[in-house]
């Protein structure tokens, strides 16, 4: 007997639920500080906030940003059944928003010199989902 992606051993695929609500609003153009303010637990909203704050230069807000979207997404895919490893596909949507802000810690790690860190991320990235570190620019 074989899992639904082909092997004996990797665990099956972990995908979030959808956000109506808070999805519309973002690819809407809703500033993204709105959204986590009224859907806190919304990773691509924190994932968009440290986008811009490492795009403004502001590393410290970036990682804090990140780190509280990848916090998120972690307990969104342990309630989804996730057991800390196996993939998160970036094709399902949903889990995008976890993959861009582990994306985002990683570089916001690396430029405050926390290389260890930046290391775990981008790897932790690229376990999750081999196309994660292309789609996220961080490869």
């Excluded at 502001?58 to 989804?80: E, K, M, P, S, W």
């Amino acid at each position: 007997m074989t899992s639904s992606h082909g092997n004996l051993i990797s665990p099956e695929p972990t995908r979030l639920p959808e956000r109506p609500e808070p999805q519309a609003a973002i690819d809407g153009g809703a500033d993204p500080a709105e959204v986590a303010r009224a859907h806190p637990d919304f990773c691509e909203a924190w994932a968009r906030l440290a986008e811009q704050a490492l795009a403004a230069d502001h590393v410290i807000n970036a990682y804090a940003f990140a780190r509280t979207g990848y916090h998120r997404g972690l307990d969104q895919l342990r309630r989804a059944g996730w057991k800390g490893h196996g993939p998160v596909p970036w094709a399902h949507r949903p889990n995008q928003g976890f993959l861009r802000a582990l994306a985002a810690l990683s570089r916001a790690a690396a430029r405050i010199g926390e290389e260890d860190e930046h290391a775990r991320c981008r790897q932790f990235l690229a376990d999750c989902d081999p196309e994660a570190p292309t789609a996220t620019a961080v490869g």
